[in-house]
């Protein structure tokens, strides 16, 4: 990719390049948007960088069905495939691509944008975001790849996605629990509620298990996950007194943040950690706010 692809992305926006995904939306069966061309299907290829590699069986059963009965209503977005004349890439609408070919229809109504590699990946992240059955993990996924491959911070990914930034920090905390409480999130075995209680636990793995098997709500779950049995016993290790500047650091930090902040010295002392705590999402939005300006 290019220094030139990659700075025009960035620069159209996220709210510029939304706007094929969110007139989609809120477009009706009454009045579909105008295809630019009817091409034929064996013309269309997939994206190879798609960000979304699971597509259900039953729900392209579902589609095909529908566009059996109605057609495609909402023409796919392409680009001009990258060296091959006369053919065309998928932007967004891969689901509808392929149940059109399980429905055997030869020819697909298509709106086609001069999209770069990189604003063609933001475009089908965003358009996986917004898709209502996409499960918490993946809706975290998109949020981060965002951020970490285009520099989008939470507030540009809220602000352009209609999201509050404590929704998008809260789903990006689950991405930080082990791979197999994830995969239960995938697999609809947890909710995002449930996987939440368990992003500061002790043994996360073994708490989503029993909240699998016993069927907790998510109440209930809070109070599994803050019960002393859910916790291992921590050996009491004698604390190192504090010295007066670290504890006037840790003041003026609490005071600028309006949090309490604690720091604590590595044994090398050199390293170390500073913990901030947080009464309620609302400092937590307020923190993820400092931190990104």
């Not at 996220?14 to 094929?20: I, N, Q, R």
């Not at 269309?44 to 579902?62: A, C, G, K, W, Y």
């Not at 016993?214 to 779950?221: D, E, I, Q, T």
Request: glycine fraction near 6%.
């Amino acid at each position: 990719m290019s220094k030139n692809q990659k700075q025009r992305g960035l620069g159209r926006g996220l709210s510029a390049l939304m706007a094929d995904v969110t007139t989609e939306e809120k477009t009706t069966v009454d009045a579909p948007r105008r295809a630019d061309l009817i091409i034929p299907v064996d013309k269309i290829s997939p994206n190879p960088e798609q960000p979304r590699r699971q597509f259900t069986e039953d729900q392209l059963n579902d589609l095909a069905a529908s566009i059996r009965e109605k057609g495609v209503i909402q023409p796919l977005i392409v680009r001009p495939k990258p060296g091959a004349e006369g053919e065309y890439e998928i932007v967004a609408g891969e689901r509808r691509w392929r149940a059109s070919q399980m429905a055997q229809l030869h020819d697909l109504p298509v709106i086609v944008r001069d999209y770069s590699d990189t604003e063609a990946l933001e475009v089908a992240i965003i358009e996986n975001i917004q898709r209502a059955d996409l499960n918490a993990i993946e809706e975290a996924a998109g949020y981060r790849d965002l951020m970490n491959r285009f520099g989008h911070t939470q507030e540009r990914v809220s602000e352009a996605l209609g999201k509050s930034r404590s929704h998008i920090a809260n789903l990006l905390r689950l991405l930080n629990l082990p791979d197999e409480v994830q995969g239960f999130v995938r697999e609809g075995k947890l909710s995002a509620g449930h996987a939440r209680t368990l992003v500061t636990a002790e043994n996360p793995v073994a708490l989503a298990r029993q909240i699998i098997a016993k069927g907790l709500s998510v109440r209930a779950a809070e109070a599994l996950a803050k019960s002393p049995k859910s916790t291992a016993p921590k050996p009491a290790r004698p604390k190192a007194e504090k010295d007066a500047d670290t504890r006037a650091l840790e003041g003026d930090l609490s005071a600028a943040l309006g949090m309490k902040v604690q720091i604590d010295h590595g044994a090398d002392g050199e390293s170390g950690t500073v913990t901030v705590r947080y009464k309620s999402l609302d400092d937590l939005d307020t923190l993820c706010g400092k931190l990104s300006s």
